[in-house]
């Protein structure tokens, strides 16, 4: 190398060399507080939350009394077997719908409406009596509810069904007909089932309450009522096994 090269290459080894400083303390600045293969773990992502069914919710919105009636069950959405009854769907329900046997409306309420379905093929007639009330307040409901359970040669079934909305009560006759009578609240809004020839068995009476409470739930929430009591018997099953 000739001597007027070596004040040209010093100066340029210089150069490179601030270069090189500079550019380690603008990372050193500006470093996460944690890098890749610095052996320091990195922050996991969020567990994502669970699913949770939004329309599984008390009923305290007052419904339209077309909304109310197009949740009713239809007959197959009931228990399997069953048609329309002489009366099926009430689109006008009165205030004596909700009253407890022979006893005067009870106070607050605001709609009604029935389903009524008898059994195909059966020699005897095996119906099912739906009833479902709304009333303007959750007090007027638990009011109602307490009054409505038929009491009269009833007694509780040999199995206690799962509980249907926020408070629900089955009961048997202990006459020869075995018919199982099912009560349930949610909210504002109390429902009871009358299921004949049922042998004393309330399953198909808990069946038919849980999905007419699911499908006012949806309706609630804005979607269509699809539940049907043939889903609900699935449901039981599979908790059972």
Request: aromatic share 6%.
């Amino acid at each position: 190398m000739t001597r007027s090269h070596i004040p040209f290459t010093a100066a340029l080894l210089a150069c490179l060399a601030l270069s090189a400083c500079s550019t380690d303390k603008a990372g050193e600045a500006g470093a996460p507080a944690s890098r890749a293969g610095d052996g320091k773990p990195s922050a996991a992502p969020a567990a994502p939350e669970p699913f949770k069914d939004d329309s599984d919710v008390p009923l305290t919105e007052q419904l339209r009394m077309s909304d109310f009636t197009l949740a009713v069950p239809d007959a197959g959405d009931i228990v399997a077997g069953y048609y329309p009854g002489s009366l099926h769907k009430s689109m006008t329900g009165e205030a004596d719908d909700c009253a407890p046997p022979n006893g005067a409306a009870s106070p607050g309420w605001q709609r009604s409406v029935r389903g009524d379905y008898d059994y195909r093929g059966s020699t005897v007639s095996r119906e099912i009596d739906l009833h479902v009330c709304q009333f303007d307040t959750v007090a007027h409901a638990k009011a109602a509810y307490a009054l409505l359970p038929d009491r009269d040669e009833t007694a509780p079934p040999a199995e206690a069904p799962t509980p249907v909305g926020e408070e629900s009560l089955f009961l048997r006759h202990t006459g020869s007909s075995g018919t199982v009578y099912g009560y349930t609240r949610s909210g504002t809004v109390v429902a009871r089932v009358r299921v004949e020839d049922a042998s004393g068995d309330a399953t198909d009476a808990r069946h038919v309450l849980a999905a007419t409470i699911k499908r006012l739930q949806q309706v609630q929430v804005g979607r269509p009522p699809t539940a049907t009591a043939v889903e609900i018997a699935d449901l039981d099953r599979a908790r059972r096994q």
